[in-house]
């Protein structure tokens, strides 16, 4: 081979060379590629509650911490639900036929002695049941809080949210217990773990099928009750 072609192999064999060094010389040294932060950990819902969310704590606190809507989702008696700040809006037409019929039921409750009110009170009630049963439903889609007086009563994770070791909605029961393996069985039907600290407080767990379909944090000492 001539001399002066070797010599431009040679040249461009360099050059090549040099090119690939600069190049991992800067990925080196870009950031992130040296000491790299480890990435954040996902929260869970635990014991401790969700964002600023904690059990026990009062209304004003909970509303306080800007993670609720400011106004509420539907009232039964004592007992309101909130959303989240993200969750959908309640219709305000909806909230105010529930308010309505509430306020009714509860005229018809205090003087049920007498018949046509009572049979009223009974319609009211069914009514009203069917109206709670679909705020719950609202609340299990959407996450968010229940209020009974002063006090949080629930709190339900937003969807998606998992517990422990990423244990989620569809999760089986031997999943959930190798994540919580001190919860207690509550005849079959569910698990609780005991809240430190807060008396009659429970991370609880529900189960349909053997699959995980609702978990919240939920106060058994505190009721609804009729204003």
């Not at 080196?28 to 969310?53: I, N």
């Not at 959303?83 to 305000?92: E, G, I, K, M, V």
């Not at 709670?132 to 229940?146: T, Y």
Request: aromatic letters at 6%; hydrophobic letters at 40%; one cysteine or more.
């Amino acid at each position: 081979m001539p001399d002066s072609l070797c010599r431009v192999n040679n040249l461009g064999g360099l050059k090549a060379l040099f090119v690939v060094g600069v190049a991992l010389a800067a990925v080196s040294c870009s950031p992130g590629s040296g000491d790299q932060q480890a990435a954040p950990q996902q929260k869970h819902f635990d014991v401790t509650g969700w964002g600023k969310l904690k059990p026990g704590m009062s209304k004003k606190d909970a509303l306080a911490t800007g993670d609720l809507a400011a106004t509420a989702a539907g009232k039964t008696g004592d007992c309101e639900d909130y959303r989240y700040q993200d969750a959908p809006a309640p219709d305000p037409k909806q909230l105010a036929a529930d308010a309505e019929i509430e306020q009714k039921y509860e005229a018809a409750q205090k003087v049920a002695d007498d018949a046509d009110a009572g049979a009223k009170a009974v319609e009211l009630s069914a009514e009203s049941t069917k109206r709670i049963a679909a705020r719950a439903e609202a609340r299990e889609a959407n996450g968010g809080v229940m209020f009974a007086g002063d006090k949080i009563r629930m709190i339900v994770p937003p969807p998606g949210v998992t517990a422990a070791k990423n244990v989620g909605k569809g999760a089986t029961v031997d999943q959930f217990k190798a994540a919580y393996p001190n919860a207690v069985d509550k005849d079959g039907k569910g698990f609780e773990v005991p809240v430190p600290d807060q008396q009659g407080v429970v991370l609880s767990f529900h189960f349909t099928d053997g699959k995980l379909t609702t978990f919240l944090l939920f106060n058994g000492e505190t009721k609804c009750a009729l204003n």
